[in-house]
């Protein structure tokens, strides 16, 4: 089973930037799909971008043209730039393992972002 570990969150400014990063415990070159989820406080957990094999990527339409992510199978990292972020960016992001829906999920990492 592929454990998946987040880091790179934190406390920004509006209009600053974070790189989160999630790691997995063995190559995800087989991983169809590996997505970027958020769940602010009240509100469900939602998609934030997701990247195929391929390469092929897809993103919520709140961070189109703000966010970037993108995936190292050699190191087994996928990787969510977040650029102009906004306070309503705030939330626990979480990295996941997909195939149709997701399977594994990672523990989380909070970013907070102050107005």
């Known amino acids: 089973q592929v454990q998946l570990v987040e880091s790179g969150g934190g406390l920004v400014q509006a209009g600053g930037s974070l790189r989160l990063s999630c790691v997995a415990s063995?190559?995800?070159?087989?991983?169809?799909?590996m997505g970027w989820y958020r769940q602010a406080p009240g509100h469900q957990r939602e998609l934030v971008a997701g990247?195929?094999?391929?390469?092929?990527?897809n993103y919520a339409d709140s961070v189109k043209g703000r966010f970037t992510i993108s995936r190292d199978n050699a190191k087994n990292t996928v990787y969510l730039q977040m650029n102009s972020l906004k306070p309503e960016d705030t939330a626990v992001y979480y990295c996941?393992?997909?195939?149709?829906?997701?399977?594994?999920w990672g523990q989380g990492t909070q970013v907070t972002v102050s107005s």
């Open positions: 990247i195929t094999s391929g390469g092929s990527t």
């Open positions: 996941a393992a997909v195939r149709g829906a997701p399977y594994r």
């Open positions: 063995r190559s995800i070159f087989s991983i169809n799909t």
